[in-house]
């Protein structure tokens, strides 16, 4: 890995897709992920055999949903990345 960043105006840096509000479903999808996680683990625990199979199938249908928003994110923004025309930065030197 490079401690450099990239001359691509999208994030350049890290830290920077997560200011990307288009990541948010995707988050919060994981975090629903979390919370069914623990509850189901807690509903297991407890003796309500019937609500761990909901639970668990509502969990898994989070963790996947959230990694397919992420994954189509990073496609868009993969594809932005390719269409862009490097921006000249510096003025010509006349010959």
């Not at 919060?28 to 509903?43: E, I, Q, R, W, Y």
Request: glycine share 8%.
């Amino acid at each position: 890995m490079s401690d450099m960043t990239s001359d691509q105006p999208y994030h350049a840096k890290p830290g920077d897709s997560l200011a990307d509000i288009y990541n948010i479903p995707g988050i919060v999808l994981f975090m629903a992920g979390v919370v069914g996680l623990a509850s189901t683990l807690t509903t297991a625990g407890s003796g309500f055999t019937r609500w761990v199979a909901l639970g668990a199938i509502a969990t898994a249908l989070c963790f996947i949903g959230s990694v397919a928003v992420f994954w189509l994110e990073h496609e868009r923004l993969r594809r932005l990345a390719q269409r862009r025309v490097p921006v000249q930065t510096e003025a010509p030197t006349p010959e």
